[in-house]
């Protein structure tokens, strides 16, 4: 047993006005054909703050994420993040933007290494371009010991040391869904998004993702 846990330095070195996270939604509708999605949905959730949001199979959950992660196009509405418009941006603008995810179903590459799957996360954070690389300059070396320092902080935070170097296909369930949520924090978030983070879990499944 453990009896704390620091929060990784990514959290903790960001300074105020990056980890700022305002998100408001107003008057959100979503149809697919005749069916109402969402209907006029409301929420604003403020920086620092938890918010779930339930309601049985078929509500609308997954649809409402999917607007704010930029993968479904709401009719009406609008969505902010930090007061700017976000309303039907790409889901790579909005991951830049700083809003992270992870999915109902595993999105993660199930032939490739638990590390290399959130190595590949870190890729958005590459300052440098092809040429510089090839130099391997200073500035560069320096991105590459951020990246490697970062991605074990959170191997470590998450308790995967042991399994760092197995392929995803590989891993039970709810360690897959824990290499998810790593993935989704590599990207440094400033919103984090879990689509139904306990589902299809087992107790001691649950009650490890908990302590994160
Ligand atoms: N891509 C889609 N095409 C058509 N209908 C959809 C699609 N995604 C969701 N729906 C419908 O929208 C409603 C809400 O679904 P969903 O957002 O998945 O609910 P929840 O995540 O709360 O279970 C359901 O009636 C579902 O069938
Ligand atoms: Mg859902």
């Known amino acids: 047993m453990k009896a704390f846990r620091g929060e990784p330095s990514i959290f903790a070195s960001a300074r105020p006005e990056d980890r700022r996270a305002e998100?408001?939604?107003?008057?959100?509708?979503?149809?697919?054909g005749g069916i109402t999605a969402l209907n006029n949905v409301e929420l604003t959730v403020r920086t620092g703050e938890l918010?779930?949001?339930?309601?049985?199979n078929?509500?609308?959950?997954t649809s409402l994420l999917n607007c704010i992660t930029g993968y479904y196009k709401p009719?009406?509405?609008?969505?902010?993040?930090?007061g700017q418009e976000i309303t039907r941006m790409s889901p790579h603008h909005l991951t830049h933007?700083?809003?992270?995810?992870t999915y109902q179903n595993i999105e993660l590459f199930p032939g490739m290494t638990v590390l290399a799957n959130m190595l590949l996360a870190r890729h958005i954070h590459s300052h440098y371009g092809l040429g510089k690389a090839a130099l391997?300059?200073?500035s560069v070396k320096d991105e590459e010991v951020r990246h490697r320092k970062i991605l074990e902080e959170l191997i470590d935070f998450l308790e995967m040391q042991s399994i760092r170097k197995k392929l995803v296909g590989s891993l039970p369930y709810g360690l897959r869904k824990r290499v998810e949520l790593g993935r989704a924090l590599a990207?440094?978030?400033?919103?984090?998004?879990l689509?139904?983070?306990?589902?299809?879990?087992t107790l001691e499944e649950k009650e490890d993702m908990v302590r994160f």
Do not use: H, Y
């Open 51 to 56: 918010v779930a949001i339930i309601g049985p």
């Open 23 to 32: 998100l408001e939604i107003k008057r959100l509708t979503l149809k697919f």
């Open 75 to 82: 009719q009406e509405g609008q969505i902010f993040f930090n």
């Open 195 to 201: 689509d139904e983070p306990f589902a299809g879990m």
């Open 97 to 101: 933007l700083g809003i992270g995810r």
């Open 136 to 138: 391997f300059s200073k």
């Open 58 to 61: 078929g509500a609308g959950k």
């Open 187 to 193: 990207l440094e978030p400033k919103l984090l998004i």
